[in-house]
């Protein structure tokens, strides 16, 4: 599961509480009522996010909340609502495109344009032909989050011909250690997505960055690591992006693994594979610039509520608060009020 799964997931599990954390302590000397246009809510879009391998992703979420062909240990939405292989339309393709196209229209900073969000998107069959019209739409790039399931379909590897950069994961190759760590649909077989992965190789022209999240004690024995190598060599993906648990899981018993752990794996895996795992919550209780940087980043472009930040990076209100609380105390940022709702401003 990549990055930008992990956005929209850590935003949807939290209870919101607008103004928690501006609220939190008084900064009335900075407070005023100004007039401000509001931000446009978009139904299936999110973002931009920053994010490590996609710079500034707009995320596009095509599936209602949780709808997955899997229920893995470690994600961060929660259990799965509707575990299902039965693809649908579930959305009006015309009002997702509107969306798009209203978003372009603001001129926003984005340097992807991202399907993933709370569930499998290729779910949606209406996929290959919104990639389709979003290329006609625009000259950014495309790229879509998978969990490979559904790659054993000619029809799904078609509909991703279009994109310019899939991230499909892959956490077990063994049909013992999938359905452990990515509690499947009974029909999905281990087997037959490796095969999947390895055709679309063959067809795709794009970028392949496969990643793989491992869990302690569940996928990163000796004797599934050799297997999985085995796997990318006949997948041959451009890259292998390494993963673990750095957000809080569905399953309390999905714990990650060490930093030095994972840096052992990727010596042995090859040199094409990287560590993504960010480790976010220890680098969070310094205020990180990075954090901190991408805060100002967003607040330079317009005036934005805490609920927004959540959103856009991707970060929980108790991941935020603290270094939100350090750009109020360094007068970098500021409070304001508007019809009833605190926002941040330089
Ligand atoms: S593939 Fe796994 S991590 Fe991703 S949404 Fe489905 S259940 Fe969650």
């Not at 900073?109 to 290329?135: A, H, M, Q, W, Y």
């Not at 919550?281 to 991408?294: C, D, N, T």
């Amino acid at each position: 599961m990549s990055d930008m799964k992990k956005v929209k997931n850590s935003v949807r599990a939290q209870a919101k509480k607008p103004g928690e954390v501006g609220e939190a302590r008084e900064h009335k000397s900075q407070e005023k009522e100004v007039k401000i246009k509001p931000k446009k809510k978009f139904q299936y879009l999110y973002g931009p996010v920053p994010s490590r391998r996609l710079g500034y992703s707009l995320g596009v979420d095509l599936l209602p909340f949780k709808t997955c062909t899997l229920n893995c240990i470690y994600c961060q939405l929660g259990p799965t609502r509707k575990k299902t292989i039965r693809r649908s339309s579930f959305f009006s393709e015309k009002q997702i495109l509107e969306e798009i196209r209203e978003f372009l229209k603001t001129g926003a900073k984005v340097d992807f344009i991202t399907f993933s969000g709370s569930g499998e998107p290729t779910l949606n069959k209406s996929i290959g032909r919104l990639i389709r019209k979003i290329k006609k739409m625009t000259s950014l790039p495309v790229a879509v989050l998978t969990n490979s399931t559904l790659l054993t379909r000619p029809e799904v590897r078609k509909d991703l011909m279009a994109a310019d950069v899939v991230v499909p994961s892959l956490d077990g190759v063994t049909q013992k250690v999938f359905e452990k760590v990515n509690r499947p649909h009974p029909s999905l077989k281990a087997e037959k997505i490796t095969e999947g992965l390895i055709k679309f190789r063959q067809q795709f022209k794009g970028q392949i960055w496969l990643e793989v999240m491992l869990v302690k004690g569940v996928n990163d024995s000796a004797a599934h690591l050799k297997k999985l190598k085995q796997a990318i060599e006949k997948i041959h993906p451009d890259k292998t992006h390494l993963n673990t648990v750095v957000r809080p899981p569905a399953e309390k018993s999905a714990q990650p693994l060490s930093l030095d752990e994972l840096n052992k794996i990727k010596e042995f895996l090859g040199e094409k594979t990287e560590v993504v795992a960010s480790f976010r919550k220890k680098e969070q209780k310094k205020a990180p610039p990075e954090i901190a940087q991408a805060i100002l980043d967003i607040v330079h472009r317009r005036p934005v509520t805490l609920e927004d930040l959540e959103n856009s990076l991707g970060l929980t209100r108790e991941e935020l608060s603290l270094t939100l609380q350090h750009l109020l105390d360094s007068h970098q940022l500021k409070q304001i009020k508007h019809a009833g709702r605190l926002y941040f401003e330089p």
